[in-house]
């Protein structure tokens, strides 16, 4: 079972992903973390990665393709996996769909986590974060006990820049621009399936088993 997982910036692709990887006991792929563990293990790959990062330059899609073939290669990738936050541009989609092609493999689901940006800007203009601590909150959902304080240690919380209507709306808009082709592209293939986000976590996920299960 190999999933993309699809969705605007605060549509809850990274926990639905989390939770899939938990309940079918494969892995929770996120590209960050494959070049930060390339980084700090001095691999080949991470090292030609550090070159571009460290000028602040976006690591080329072939060689981030090269690095993911690497990870999902090992075996406990063997009963598939769940990708967030790749592929994001047509481009890495079709650089992916090559290499994967060479070895006789495909992405068998795209699941597209659908949110109005509307509800995105809601939704991350309510949360709030401790800097202190790293503890986060949500005006409405997770409130903290005592408004603008954190309940681990005591600390005020903000609203940090990214979660500001104005970075929020800008977000949106390259992910429209960039990653809402792919939602074309893998509906092309037959593998999207999209999910009402703006139900609950669990209702989520619900339909996203319904749909792994069929």
């Known amino acids: 079972m190999k999933i993309i997982m699809l969705g605007a910036p605060g549509a809850g692709k ?11 006991a494969i ?3 996120s590209t960050g973390d494959i070049f930060r563990a390339n980084i700090k293990n001095g691999t080949e790959l991470g ?3 550090k070159k571009y990062m460290d000028q602040g330059l976006l690591v080329p899609d072939e060689l981030t393709v090269r690095i993911l073939l690497d990870r999902v290669a090992q075996a406990d990738c063997a009963g598939g996996y769940v990708l967030d936050g790749f592929p994001r541009t047509i ?6 769909d090559e290499a ?3 070895l006789g493999d495909s992405i068998d689901y795209a699941i597209d986590v659908n949110v109005p940006d509307e509800n995105i800007v809601k939704r991350m203009s309510g949360r709030r974060a401790c800097l202190t601590c790293g503890a986060t909150y949500h005006v409405e959902h997770i409130p903290p006990k005592k408004e603008g304080i954190c309940d681990n240690c005591g600390s005020p919380l903000v609203l940090r820049d990214d979660d500001k209507p104005e970075t929020v709306l800008n977000r949106l808009k390259v992910y429209h621009d960039q990653t809402q082709p792919l939602i074309d592209f893998y509906s092309a293939k037959g593998v999207l399936r999209t999910v009402d986000g703006t139900q609950g976590m669990d209702d989520v996920f619900a339909s996203i088993v319904a749909i792994l299960e069929k």
């Open 14 to 24: 990274g926990t639905q992903a989390k939770m899939i990887a938990a309940k079918y």
């Open 100 to 102: 994967l092609g060479k």
């Open 91 to 96: 481009p890495q989609a079709q650089v992916l």
């Open 47 to 49: 090292m030609e990665a």
């Open 27 to 29: 892995p929770h792929i």
